[in-house]
């Protein structure tokens, strides 16, 4: 069984994305370890792309940022050893099936298990395609994470039912960032993966309030925060994992 259920096991998920590398690797290990102490059940660690199109300006920004300080995927996995030096919480990265292919999907994949990374999520990867990926993943015990959008509609119970680890729920159309509003109707996107699969399922995309939080875990099984932590860092810089901590513990305390 994944590492990855053991996210869900004490009552709703509360996920934090950052982005590897934004402002410095340090920095980034300072903020997964404040995000750990302060309640995080699960990290999704971005590994940098030049062009990654799921997301926002927020994040887009902090990819660039990553980028122009010199990141690379050698040694992100330099500081995932580190992390799992203390933290035996579930990881998994989330980036672009160029950055995998780039570096080799089958080296990728190895050298992931062998840093005890428990997931991999390609948001510009469809269901369709996704078999490019899932033996090599499979092979490594690495769960092949999918998507589930607003328009996913008559295909919700099909991706559900080969699900593996946990699904993510896109909460609204478009790119990632915080919004003031999601009205979309997830319960019934919910009710349909519940019909399907005993994965548990996350919300994300947009979620950035302890109000935001509450409601979609009261949905849902999880909820996924990216944008509104990486706000923090660009505001903060080196200073943003105090921050970030006191922040995943009233996200954290709002979704019990």
Known sequence: MSRISTAFEKGKA????????????ETTAAAVRAAVRNGADLIELGIPFSDPTAEGPVIQGANLRALQGGITTDRIFDLVRDLRRDITIPLVFM????????????????????????????PDVPFEEKDEFLSACRRHGVD???????????????ISKEAEGFLYIVSSLGVTGTRSEI?????????????????????GFGI????????????ADGVIVGSAII????????????????YVRSMKEAIR
């Open 14 to 25: 509360f996920i934090a994305f950052i982005t590897c590398g934004d402002p410095d690797t």
């Open 95 to 122: 980036t672009y099936a160029n950055v995998v292919y780039s570096y080799g999907t089958e080296a990728f994949l190895a050298a992931s298990e062998e840093i005890g990374i428990d997931g991999l999520i390609l």
């Open 144 to 158: 092949l994470i999918s998507f589930i959008a607003p328009t996913s509609e008559q295909r919700i119970s099909m």
């Open 183 to 203: 009205t979309t109707d997830l319960s019934s996107m919910v009710r349909l993966v519940r019909e399907a699969t005993d994965v548990p399922c996350a919300i």
């Open 208 to 219: 950035s309030t302890p109000e935001q939080a509450a409601k979609m875990a009261s949905i």
């Open 231 to 246: 706000k923090l860092l660009e505001k903060y810089g080196k200073d943003a994992p105090d921050v970030i901590g006191r």
